[in-house]
């Protein structure tokens, strides 16, 4: 009787929870659905993520894609701006004072390459240039030794063959690029100590006034056939001279530039010094 009654209990229970159609997930929580549903919204969808992530097409009207290679960057200094970086502008006012005679650019200054450089080497030797200064007639501390472009005339005297000296330079040119510098350094070295073919052409040409014009510092001036020095122009150089090249136009420009160059260098401040006195004197 027992187990009949319990049996029926049951089957009673049962009908009462079909009835009601309960889900057995109705005993959770009312808001978990809507947590569950918030969850799943604050994921993007992956078709999203994808689009979104993705860089936007090409326009190739705009011009084309930069490359994604690293590419040495060009300079942008102007290259004669290495003349005036002075890295031979030594820290002692002795030096200085000896280092701002220079009339002439490195790559005719240093005439002893002609024989010692190996892109010149074999072309004169040590005693032909030790020759040609004991007979050029000239004190090495006198303006007109200073003045006097040796590197012309030593290629002049023992007849330099140009073919050959330029044979020489572009073997130096290929050595240098061959060496683990970088591009600034290379550019550096060629303008400052290598030449090009007009240069070549100047240096075995027979216009002695274009030497001048060509391988003269910034520094120096050269007008109506002449160099002068701005050190010396300013200090050693008499009135009649300051003024005709004033009046000349030359002198004003030339000297602006030069005095505003070189006005850290203390060997050089007595000169600006000057330079400003003969403006204010002259100028209108």
Not at 37 to 48: F, G, V
Not at 71 to 94: A, G, M, N, R, V
Not at 155 to 164: R, T
Request: aromatic share 12%.
């Amino acid at each position: 009787m027992k187990k009949a009654i319990s049996t029926l209990f049951c089957i009673i229970m049962l009908v009462a929870f079909a009835s009601c159609g309960t889900d057995p997930g109705a005993s959770q929580d009312p808001g978990s659905k809507d947590v569950e549903k918030s969850a799943d919204a604050s994921e993007p969808d992956e078709s999203d993520v994808s689009a979104e992530s993705s860089e936007p097409e090409t326009d190739e009207s705009s011009g084309p894609a930069e490359s994604s290679e690293i590419s040495e960057p060009e300079t942008s200094k102007d290259i004669t701006e290495y003349l005036w970086e002075y890295q031979w502008w030594p820290e002692d006012p002795t030096d200085q004072a000896d280092c701002i005679l220079f009339y002439w650019k490195e790559k005719v200054q240093n005439h002893g390459e002609l024989y010692t450089n190996p892109a010149y080497s074999e072309l004169v030797s040590g005693d032909e240039i030790k020759a040609y200064f004991d007979t050029c007639g000239l004190k090495e501390t006198s303006p007109e030794f200073q003045k006097r472009c040796h590197y012309y005339h030593i290629i002049k005297k023992y007849n330099v063959d140009k073919d050959a000296f330029k044979q020489k330079v572009e073997a130096e040119r290929a050595r240098i690029k061959g060496l683990n510098w970088d591009a600034e350094e290379i550019r550096r070295y060629d303008f400052l100590y290598l030449f090009t073919d007009e240069e070549i052409d100047v240096l075995f040409g027979d216009d002695e006034d274009a030497v001048r014009r060509t391988f003269k510092q910034p520094w120096v001036l050269y007008y109506n056939g002449e160099l002068y020095h701005f050190r010396e122009l300013m200090l050693h150089t008499d009135e009649a001279t300051i003024k005709m090249l004033w009046d000349a136009g030359v002198l004003e420009p030339f000297a602006d530039e030069v005095a505003e160059r070189i006005k850290h260098v203390d060997a050089l401040k007595d000169a600006v010094n000057k330079y400003k006195e003969i403006k204010a004197k002259y100028a209108k």
